[in-house]
Nanobody, 119 residues
Framework: QVQLVESGGGLVQAGGSLRLSCAASGSIFSIGVMRWYRQAPGRQRELVAGISSGGSTNYADSVKGRFTISRDNAKNTVYLQMNSLKTEDTAVYYC?????????????WGQGTQVTVSS
């Protein structure tokens, strides 16, 4: 069984910062790409940022220059540093990862962590 456990969400004022963490645990041989998605009420889930196993990153235009994704491969953990937060960043943030179990690759999702940015 593989689990992604997120932490670090909460309530912050506009202009503030939060750091999300997502740790993968279980019988994983290898972790591939890791991503953060978010879903605001009434909206579709959208990609926020991604990072490959080699460290290549990509970001949604709406968060470029404010958010930074990073990972610690030794800990199977991905982070999302969120600075200069805006009210429109309010959403449930989900961690996603591809993981190799035995000889196959699977997709995994975390349970989500709420981020609320107040004005």
């Amino acid at each position: 069984q593989v689990q992604l456990v997120e932490s670090g969400g909460g309530l912050v004022q506009a202009g503030g910062s939060l750091r999300l963490s997502c740790a993968a645990s279980g019988s994983i041989f290898s972790i591939g790409v890791m991503r953060w998605y978010r879903q605001a009420p009434g909206r579709q889930r959208e990609l926020v940022a991604g990072i490959s196993s080699g460290g290549s990153t990509n970001y949604a235009d709406s968060v470029k220059g404010r958010f930074t994704i990073s990972r610690d491969n030794a800990k199977n953990t991905v982070y999302l540093q969120m600075n200069s937060l805006k009210t429109e960043d309010t959403a449930v943030y989900y961690c996603f990862a591809t993981g190799q179990v035995a000889t196959r690759w699977y997709n995994y999702w975390g349970q989500g962590t709420q981020v609320t940015v107040s004005s």
